[in-house]
């Protein structure tokens, strides 16, 4: 007989294990539409990113560039589910560095690992967990690299998981 299963997202303080690196699934397919609309939401309308002509003709890369807060943004929640999908909150992100050029069609992928894991010496029901994160594309080139430190709880305090409904598998 099968039984129930939650999937993992976040872990809790406990989970985490100084030198650890979590290799976060999938990958992602940055395309011409993603860095478009990612500018105009956030009104960043540099026509490195969203003019072909321009960046064809006067830049150094012959080509658009994603703007790089969507490659960070990207890199970040691959993150999430691993680290700190059940955190209480992001408290600082430090060392945010765009080290290779991300283009239209590159694929991200995203590695993190545990640097620090610190219990809160104010409240016993949770800590702090340092990581640094970095993300590769499809030829294995670091293009962002950034630390963060995340307020986590420990296991006993984690919130359970509510549901707006009762399901019956009977």
């Known amino acids: 007989m099968g039984g129930e299963h939650e999937r993992p997202f976040g872990r809790a303080l406990e989970d985490f294990v100084v030198g650890d690196v979590y290799r976060h699934w999938p990958g992602k397919t940055i395309t011409e539409y993603?860095?478009?609309?990612?500018?105009?939401?956030?009104?960043?309308?540099?026509?490195?990113?969203?003019?072909?002509?321009?960046?064809?003709?006067?830049?150094?890369?012959?080509?658009?560039?994603v703007v790089g807060n969507l490659v960070y943004s990207l890199v970040l929640g691959m993150s999430v589910p691993d680290v700190s999908g059940a955190a209480i909150a992001n408290l600082e992100v430090e060392s945010l560095q765009h080290k290779k050029p991300?283009?239209?069609?590159?694929?991200?992928?995203?590695?993190?690992r545990v640097l620090e894991v610190t219990e809160s010496r104010s409240k016993a029901d949770r800590g702090v967990v340092t990581v640094e994160t970095k993300?590769?594309?499809?030829?294995?080139?670091?293009?962002?690299?950034?630390?963060?430190?995340?307020?986590?709880?420990?296991?006993?305090?984690?919130?359970?998981?509510?549901?707006?409904y009762q399901s019956d598998w009977s």
């Open 102 to 112: 991300t283009f239209h069609g590159d694929t991200i992928y995203a590695e993190t």
């Open 135 to 164: 993300g590769f594309n499809q030829r294995g080139e670091e293009v962002c690299y950034f630390k963060r430190k995340v307020l986590v709880w420990k296991r006993d305090a984690l919130p359970p998981r509510h549901r707006p």
């Open 34 to 65: 993603d860095d478009h609309l990612f500018c105009m939401i956030t009104m960043n309308h540099h026509p490195l990113h969203t003019n072909e002509w321009y960046a064809e003709n006067d830049t150094p890369q012959g080509r658009n560039v």
